[in-house]
């Protein structure tokens, strides 16, 4: 299962060590990390500072003067990288995303799927969020299909719908709605699978022929792209 990357700008600088609670405490030399209350294993990599990474975050959502300021003023990038097998996994993950936060992080840059939360924007897409992976998937815009991206990271091919069955916000709860179904309920993701897209009915898997994804870009899903297709 490909591993997620997750980035966070913090507060301190990389040759210094990042406390996460009273006794747990990320060393510059850390290769792996254990957050409280979460099983899942992180390895982890301490970088430099970056200048002007608030613009990644503008890209993905609106944020404040304050939250961007936030941001371009850490001292270092913390990187954790893991797998999740299962939604308990990934509830444990988003807990762990919420302890960094805690400890003075100021958002998280996911690179699997190109999504960046600020802090308070990544606590409140999780209070909102029907699924727990909501916050995890990104969506992308072509000439006639709306795609998925980052699903490789929980095993899945990613997923696409034509824009001409509804508007943006619709589709993206559709093919969020089938995301869920996929991984949590471990309903297959194979061609010709029938999967319920809640409210909009059912739709039927077909893999796509091409993806719109050169082969050595980071969108590119080895799982392939499956469409929705409605019955």
């Not at 600088?13 to 409280?36: G, H």
């Not at 699997?112 to 998937?137: H, V």
Request: aromatic share 8%; proline share 5%; hydrophobic share 45%.
């Amino acid at each position: 299962m490909n591993k997620f990357v997750l980035a966070f700008p913090i507060p301190v600088p990389v040759e210094e060590p990042f406390a996460i609670t009273e006794i747990v405490q990320v060393a510059p030399d850390a290769k792996t990390l254990m957050v409280p209350g979460c099983s899942v294993a992180f390895d982890v990599v301490r970088h430099k500072a970056t200048a002007g990474l608030s613009e990644i975050f503008k890209e993905h959502q609106a944020i404040s003067a304050e939250d961007a300021s936030a941001i371009d003023a850490h001292k270092s990038l913390l990187f954790l990288l893991g797998s999740v097998k299962s939604a308990d996994d990934l509830r444990m993950v988003n807990s762990a995303i919420l302890k960094m936060f805690a400890a003075g992080a100021t958002g998280v840059y996911m690179q699997q799927s190109g999504t960046a939360w600020t802090a308070n924007g990544f606590r409140e897409a999780l209070d909102d969020a029907e699924f727990p992976m909501d916050p995890w998937i990104n969506f992308v815009e072509g000439a006639d299909v709306l795609y998925t991206l980052g699903l490789e990271t929980f095993g899945l091919p990613d997923l696409c719908i034509s824009r001409t069955g509804g508007d943006a916000e619709e589709l993206r709860n559709i093919l969020a709605v089938v995301a869920d179904t996929l991984f949590v309920d471990g309903v297959s993701s194979k061609s010709g699978t029938e999967v319920d897209g809640g409210d909009a009915g059912m739709f039927t898997l077909r893999a796509e022929s091409k993806s719109p994804f050169a082969k050595d870009s980071p969108e590119f899903n080895r799982q392939g792209i499956m469409r929705l297709v409605k019955k």
